[in-house]
């Protein structure tokens, strides 16, 4: 047999010992920084390249012991940064079946395949989409708007952009529009899809952090008086920053008189319309072109796992089917399966991540998902009742969804807003290196901001007033230095 080979005991053997270390980790969790900063520890990642092997019970022991150790904290109750969910243990089994069957998901007619065409299928329901619209499991939020944006460039460029390009002689440019709270990732696809910094509109947002209408109607407009092809407009599902959700409904409406292509980035958002009454919020995200969803923020699942969900069928075969002649494209061939995932996207083999979304819905079920998001909402609630209480912090958004946006402004100190934008972030900084809490700092409308996302089924309100008492004490010791 060969070294690399395992006969059935030793497998047992060897997911019993990785089990184990999951059952510690899961025991100790409290115990432990929040951020496992490695620091002066990084010559353990230094080592020269193994001619030799070693047993794999000293590599394990190893990894326990230096690398999972240090982790970057998503799983502790106390992280809130960025949009970093806690993953589900069941979604942590289902990856390691996943990858014992290492299937190739580009398509077939293997039971992966078939699992993730449903699963495209209930996340499509979810967001409210028609049974008929297709879609594909993806690394993340940012490949789901990717994908997305490019069957949008396809579909509305008035020529063969995958022939011609997307800068064509004698051809307008083709104009995209989104926030001025837009992620990042959209201006990534923008940039690759060839479409150009420039011809991406960010339109100003409200006080809620909203697309302004006006602002959008008023730059198409302009737009088309100046001879360019506006042709996609990017709604948020929720916002990265403070969770707010754009006027969904009002711009189908106004994509649907102009011709455009309605994207909604709901990687973070999108998965809370699972619960009934937060659905309410996201009213038109039913009549988008394309959705972005993101499992791996507000369904648990470890990362990663994103998904793109496109209303009409065919759209992205479209936009990335390419025959090639060492693929199969025997029409009689006993592989043909239901989907080929290879002409939905960009990548031909794939992982099975599909596995630990489908699992976690049948273990669980949508109720349960339902509530975990509503009191994740809930627990955002709370902090800002906490934030709202204490004198010395000013809140600098309404709460959403699950994101809290506040800074410290201790009442009796004169600080401008420079100082205030320095304390905020020292603040920040003293309680990631405490390793008792993980927030984020962002900036709203010019402002630092202390942010703190939860999306995470561990927390508690203790661990909220705990948070808003140490970043208290933190910013009175900085402020009376
Ligand atoms: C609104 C929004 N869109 C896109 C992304 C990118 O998703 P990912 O990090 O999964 O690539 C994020 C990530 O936080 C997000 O919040």
């Not at 109607?217 to 969770?243: H, M, S, W």
């Amino acid at each position: 047999m060969s070294s690399f080979d395992l006969d059935p005991d030793a497998l047992r053997r060897l997911g019993r010992l990785a089990t184990e270390i999951v059952a510690r980790r899961r025991e100790t969790l409290l115990e432990r920084p929040v951020f496992g900063k490695v620091g002066e520890a990084r010559a353990l990642f230094e080592a020269p390249l193994p001619e030799q092997g070693r047993p794999v019970e000293d590599v394990l022991a190893h990894v326990e012991r230096d690398v999972l150790s240090r982790p970057f904290g998503n799983s502790h109750p106390r992280f809130f940064a960025f949009i970093n969910a806690t993953a589900d243990p069941v979604g942590v089994v289902a990856d390691y079946l996943a990858a014992d069957t290492n299937s190739n998901c580009w398509g077939g007619d293997h039971a992966s395949i078939h699992v993730e065409k449903l699963v495209v299928r209930w996340l499509a329901e979810i967001v409210g989409l028609p049974a008929t619209a297709e879609g594909i499991v993806t690394s993340g939020g940012s490949m789901a708007n990717f994908t997305a944006l490019a069957a949008a460039r396809r579909a509305k460029t008035p020529w063969d952009v995958r022939e011609e390009g997307a800068a064509a002689e004698g051809r307008p440019r083709i104009v995209v529009y989104a926030s001025d709270q837009v992620h990042n990732c959209v201006d990534k696809s923008v940039d690759l899809l060839g479409l150009g910094f420039k011809y991406l509109r960010k339109i100003p947002t409200d006080d809620g952090f909203r697309m302004r209408l006006d602002r959008l109607r008023a730059a198409i407009a302009a737009d088309r008086a100046a001879g360019l092809q506006p042709a996609i407009v990017v709604g948020n599902a929720g916002t990265v920053n403070t969770g707010a959700i754009d006027a969904l409904d009002a711009i189908a409406t106004l994509c649907a008189e102009e011709g455009l292509w309605f994207h909604a980035d709901g990687a973070y958002g999108g998965m809370a319309a699972i619960s009934e009454r937060l659905r309410p919020l996201f009213a038109g995200l039913e009549r988008a072109d394309s959705v972005a969803a993101d499992p791996h923020k507000w369904m648990y699942v470890p990362f990663s796992a994103g998904a793109t969900l496109v209303r009409d069928p065919g759209r992205l075969a479209e936009t990335f089917r390419r025959p090639a002649e060492y693929l199969i494209h025997d029409a009689e061939s006993p592989v043909n399966g239901p989907v080929s995932f290879n002409d939905r996207g960009p990548e031909l083999s794939r992982g099975f991540r599909a596995l630990k979304v489908y699992m976690g819905l049948l273990v669980h079920g949508r109720r349960a998902y339902a509530e975990a998001v509503e009191r994740d909402c809930d627990l955002a609630g709370h902090l800002a009742r906490a934030v709202d209480a204490h004198p010395d912090f000013e809140r600098l958004a309404e709460p959403v969804l699950s994101i809290v946006n506040f800074r410290y402004r201790p009442k009796d100190t004169a600080l401008d807003d420079v100082a205030l934008d320095a304390l905020n972030q020292r603040i920040v900084n003293g309680l990631v290196a405490s390793g008792g809490f993980f927030p984020a700092p962002t900036r709203l409308k010019g402002r630092a901001s202390m942010r703190v996302c939860i999306v995470n089924f561990r927390t508690t309100p203790a661990d909220l007033d705990a948070l808003v008492a140490e970043a208290a004490a933190i910013g009175r010791s900085l402020a009376s230095a």
